[in-house]
């Protein structure tokens, strides 16, 4: 969804509609509902994500990474900030495993690297 919308900037409704339209449905409601968060609390919060990315990104310009490479890190750090009952090892490995399924093997090195260095600065700014 993050992708579609990060291509569309259609709003996040008219994504989630489009998106469940296509999909073979889910069984749990609490997952979908919990995508459907992931989804507009990322958009939301897209101008914090994305300067948190940034600031760690050393030489990477946001615009110029791969779109599904992009959207994985923001859902990410959409969830290492806003999710904090999720542990940090699970928010990266299911990204890493979204990552190897749709994108590169140095793509996986570099979410893995990235989200990291969030999770690192995340938990010191936690700490102070």
Request: hydrophobic residues 40%.
């Amino acid at each position: 969804m993050l992708f579609q919308w990060d291509i569309g900037r259609d709003s996040p409704e008219k994504v989630q509609e489009l998106f469940w339209s296509n999909t073979l449905p889910l069984e749990d409601d609490l997952l979908h509902s919990f995508a459907n968060e992931l989804m507009t609390g990322t958009v939301e919060a897209i101008e914090e994500i994305d300067q948190r990315i940034r600031s760690c990104a050393e030489h990477w310009r946001l615009e110029r990474m791969a779109a599904v490479d992009r959207n994985i890190l923001r859902m990410s750090t959409y969830e290492l900030l806003r999710h904090r009952e999720t542990p940090p090892a699970v928010v990266i490995d299911e990204a890493l495993e979204i990552a190897r399924k749709f994108s590169g093997e140095e793509s996986v090195q570099f979410i893995n690297g990235l989200l990291d260095r969030i999770r690192k600065e995340t938990e010191s700014s936690s700490a102070a």
